[in-house]
C-alpha cells in the first residue's frame, strides 16, 4: 500500500472520530441527559479551551522530544479512555472535565495529522503542494460518513456515539505504529518558546487593520461555535410537533447537517478566484452575509416541503460561510506577514478562531438559547434570528472599520499600501 493511501485512512479515521459526536452530543445532552443550554454549551467551550494552549505544547514537543508520530498515537489513546468515559456521565459539570481532558488530547492530533501527512510525503519525496489536498480531502469524507453511520444506526440521542468515537481512536493509535517514523527536529536554532506559542505574532496587534481582522476572525469563531451546537438540537427539536415527528429531518438529522460539509468541498475550490477577484475585505463580508443566511433560513425552515427546501439552502450556504472565513482568512494571513512570522500569525488566527472564539461562542450561544426557552421549549425561531441579526451586525461593522483597499484581480492578494 502506498503512503499517500495509508495517510488517506489516516485522514479519514481522524475526521471520522470528530464526525461521530460533535454535531450530534448536544442533542444526546438536551434530549436524553436533560442539559439546559448552558450546561451544552459548557461542554463545548472545552474544545476551545483545549485549542487555545495544546496543539501549540503538545507541537513543542513532538519538535523536540517525542516523535510525531509517537505523540499522535498517545494523544488518542487518550481520547479513547475519556470519550469511553464520558458515555458514562450524566451530570454537567463531570461531562465538562472530561470532554476537557478528550479536546486537550484530540486538538492536537489535528495539527499533528497534517505534520505526519507532510513530512511522510516528503520522505516518499512526493511534492506537499500537489500531494496534500487530496490526503485532506478524505478527512471531509470521513467527517460526513461518519454522520450519516450515527444518524443511520438510530444512536444520535444515545451514548452510542461516544463508544464508537472512542472505538475509532483506539483503532487509530493502533494505525498510528504502522506509519513510517518522523524524525524529531535538531536544531542549533531551534525556534524560542514565544515562537512555538505564537507570542511574538501579536505584534500585529499594533496595526490597527490587522487588530481589527483578528478581532472578526474571534467573533466570526463564536458564530461557527453555534451552528456546531445547536444545529443538530434544533432538528430534532421538530420531533415535538407531531405533524413532523416521523419526518426524515426528525430520523436524520445528520444527514441533512451533512450537506454543510459537503458544501465546503465546492466552496474551497472557489476561493482563489474569489479572492483575486474581488480580496479579502468583500471575501469576509460575503461569509458574514452568509452566516446571516443560515441563521435566517434555519429560522423559518422546518420539515414541510417549503420549509425542508429553507433548510437545504441553509446547508448550502453554509460552505460559503465557513470556508470564506475560515481559509481565506488564513491565505490573507499568510500573504499579509512578513516570512519571520508567518509561522506563528497563523497560529495566532486559529487561536482567535478556534480558541477564544470557539469558548465565547460555546458560553454565550448556550446562555442565549437558555433566555428564550420557557419550561424546557426553545423558541428556535427567535434564537435563530438573534443569531442572524448578530452575524449582520458583524458585516456592517466590519465593512466600516476594515481598511482594505484589493490591488486588482491581476495582482497579488497584497493590499496596496500597508
Known amino acids: 500500500m502506498n503512503i499517500t493511501t495509508r495517510l488517506k485512512m489516516m485522514s479519514f479515521m481522524q475526521y471520522f472520530i470528530w464526525g461521530s459526536w460533535l454535531v450530534t452530543l448536544g442533542s444526546y445532552m438536551i434530549n436524553t441527559l436533560h442539559f439546559t443550554g448552558s450546561d451544552v454549551g459548557l461542554v463545548y467551550s472545552s474544545k476551545g479551551l483545549a485549542a487555545i494552549v495544546m496543539p501549540s505544547l503538545v507541537g513543542i514537543i513532538a519538535d523536540k522530544w517525542l516523535r510525531a508520530d509517537r505523540a499522535y498515537m498517545i494523544c488518542h489513546l487518550v481520547c479513547a479512555v475519556a470519550l469511553c468515559y464520558a458515555a458514562h456521565v450524566n451530570e454537567p459539570g463531570l461531562m465538562f472535565w472530561v470532554m476537557l481532558v478528550n479536546a486537550m488530547a484530540f486538538m492536537p492530533t489535528i495539527a499533528l495529522s497534517n505534520t505526519i501527512s507532510y513530512s511522510c510525503l516528503e520522505q516518499a519525496g512526493l511534492d506537499t503542494v500537489s500531494h496534500f489536498p487530496p490526503v485532506r480531502v478524505y478527512g471531509t469524507v470521513g467527517f460526513i460518513v461518519a454522520m450519516w453511520a450515527i444518524s443511520l444506526m438510530g444512536v444520535e440521542l444515545s451514548n452510542v456515539q461516544l463508544y464508537i468515537a472512542a472505538g475509532a481512536s483506539l483503532v487509530l493509535a493502533l494505525y498510528s505504529l504502522t506509519l513510517p517514523n518522523i524524525p524529531v527536529v535538531k536544531s542549533k536554532s531551534a525556534p524560542t518558546l514565544a515562537s512555538k506559542l505564537g507570542l511574538n505574532a501579536f505584534v500585529l496587534f499594533r496595526q490597527p487593520r490587522m487588530a481589527v481582522f483578528f478581532l472578526f476572525a474571534m467573533l466570526l469563531g463564536a458564530v461557527l461555535q453555534i451552528t456546531n451546537t445547536f444545529g443538530s438540537p434544533f432538528l430534532h427539536d421538530f420531533a415535538r410537533n407531531p405533524e413532523y415527528a416521523d419526518s426524515f429531518i426528525v430520523k ?167
Open 252 to 418: 436524520y438529522p445528520s444527514i441533512l447537517l451533512s450537506v454543510s460539509q459537503m458544501s465546503e468541498v465546492f466552496f474551497i475550490l472557489t476561493i482563489p478566484f474569489f479572492l483575486k477577484r474581488f480580496g479579502i475585505k468583500t471575501v469576509m463580508l460575503m461569509s458574514m452575509v452568509a452566516w446571516m443566511l443560515r441563521f435566517g433560513l434555519f429560522a423559518f425552515g422546518d420539515p414541510s416541503a417549503v420549509g425542508f427546501v429553507l433548510l437545504m439552502l441553509s446547508m448550502i450556504v453554509y460552505g460559503c460561510a465557513f470556508d470564506f472565513f475560515n481559509i481565506s482568512g488564513s491565505v490573507f494571513v499568510e500573504q499579509e506577514v512578513t516570512p519571520d512570522i508567518r509561522a506563528s500569525a497563523q497560529g495566532l488566527f486559529m487561536t482567535m478562531v478556534n480558541g477564544v472564539g470557539a469558548y465565547v461562542g460555546s458560553i454565550l450561544s448556550g446562555m442565549a438559547v437558555d433566555y428564550f426557552s420557557v419550561d424546557g421549549v426553545k423558541d428556535w425561531q427567535t434564537i435563530w434570528l438573534v443569531f442572524a441579526a448578530y452575524a449582520l451586525i458583524l458585516a456592517v461593522v466590519f465593512f466600516l472599520c476594515f481598511n482594505y483597499r484589493h490591488a486588482g484581480k491581476n495582482n497579488t492578494l497584497r493590499t496596496a499600501t500597508h
